[in-house]
């Protein structure tokens, strides 16, 4: 039982507590409305809104509450005969929602109901000459989408399907000289894509392209006084930048330059304690995005009674170990 009156108080003082029974009861309700404002305007990547609210619970450790059979077989229904998957059924594919995709398989063990090759086969065929990625065939590069092909691959265990030497270059080729990442070479830092970035190259073993001082420089100083997290300087702080800032600091071993209580109490001010969610700034709106954003956050800042989940992949440990190791 996750009740906060069961979790060791971790962390000292006023923090308040994670409303674990509360997020799973808005998870499910959010699943199951199909017609209301959040459900409409995320109809579009509905599968992405499936991966954030499904690892959600698998962290809080209450995937057995949806049905899996009902899930597996409605992603599978967002396939398109090119192999790769759309945000909802009958959309077009995507890079987005085929790593979405793959994720939610992943989570419930059901890899093997893909045909692993069309798959595959789909999201290599998106790798252009220098080595990047374009996001679909209407050909939109970003590292967004090196960060997807990359993961997906490596999830499925077909990396060879691809050229990861250039794909780490051109990567590399997106550095700035304040040690960040932006999405194509000479654009902007921003943490978004600094995470794509050294996920993928933290699943290639290519850590070594990045500057860890001054990388670790630039994110840490993304925390504000509230001790919250922003994209970029002088924005605000946003919880969802609780993943791609703190990941990206876990992955490039920095993570001890921010203050991680304060970004926890951040964290757990923004969630609705009556109604359940988590919004990206105290008092407002909540949704499943910043709701998976903010657990995924708390867990790797090691909030008692979480399961870890890992920076890279962003899935639970235990959900990589046995895809990765075979455990
Ligand atoms: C498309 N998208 C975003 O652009 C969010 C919007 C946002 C949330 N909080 C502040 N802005 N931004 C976002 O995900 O930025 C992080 C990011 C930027 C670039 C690359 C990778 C991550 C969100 C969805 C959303 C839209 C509007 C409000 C809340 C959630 C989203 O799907 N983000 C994707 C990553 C992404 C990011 C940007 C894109 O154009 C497309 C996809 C994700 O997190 N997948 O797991
Ligand atoms: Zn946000």
């Excluded at 798959?119 to 065939?137: P, R, T």
Aim: charged residues 25%.
């Amino acid at each position: 039982d996750l009740s906060p009156a069961n979790s060791i108080s971790f962390f000292p003082g006023d923090m308040g507590e994670l409303q674990v029974e509360r997020h799973v009861a808005y998870i499910l309700t959010v699943e199951k409305r199909k017609d209301d404002f959040e459900s409409v305007v995320m109809e579009h990547l509905r599968l992405n809104g499936a991966y954030w609210g499904l690892t959600t619970l698998d962290i809080l450790g209450k995937l057995d509450a949806v049905d899996k059979d009902e899930v597996i077989s409605w992603v599978m229904q967002c396939q398109h005969e090119s192999g790769g998957f759309g945000g909802n059924i009958g959309h077009d594919p995507h890079m987005l929602y085929t790593l979405s995709a793959i994720q939610v398989l992943a989570l419930f063990g059901k890899l093997h109901v893909l045909d692993i090759d069309k798959v595959s086969s789909y999201i290599a065929g998106l790798q252009n000459e220098d080595g990047s990625f374009s996001g679909d065939m209407w050909g939109e590069v970003d590292t967004r989408f090196s960060y997807i092909a990359i993961c997906s691959l490596a999830l499925l265990r077909q990396l060879d399907k691809i050229d990861v030497g250039k794909a780490v270059k051109y990567i590399v080729s997106c550095k700035n000289v304040d040690g960040g990442f932006g999405c194509t070479p000479g654009a902007e830092s921003h943490a978004g894509q600094i995470f794509c970035c050294v996920g993928a190259l933290a699943i290639t073993g290519s850590l070594h392209h990045v500057d860890k001082d001054l990388l670790g420089w630039w994110l840490c100083e993304r925390q504000v006084k509230s001790g919250g997290l922003n994209g970029r300087p002088e924005k605000l702080p946003d919880v969802c930048y609780s993943w791609w800032v703190l990941s990206s600091l876990i992955m490039i071993d920095r993570v001890h330059w921010i203050d991680k209580e304060k970004l926890a109490k951040f964290i757990l001010d923004c969630q609705d304690k009556e109604k359940g969610g988590i919004s990206d700034r105290p008092d407002d709106a909540v949704d499943v995005f910043h709701t998976y954003f903010g657990v995924a956050g708390l867990s790797l800042l090691e909030y008692p009674g979480l399961k870890p989940i890992d920076p890279a992949y962003a899935l639970p440990v235990s959900v990589v170990n046995k895809v990765i190791l075979g455990k």
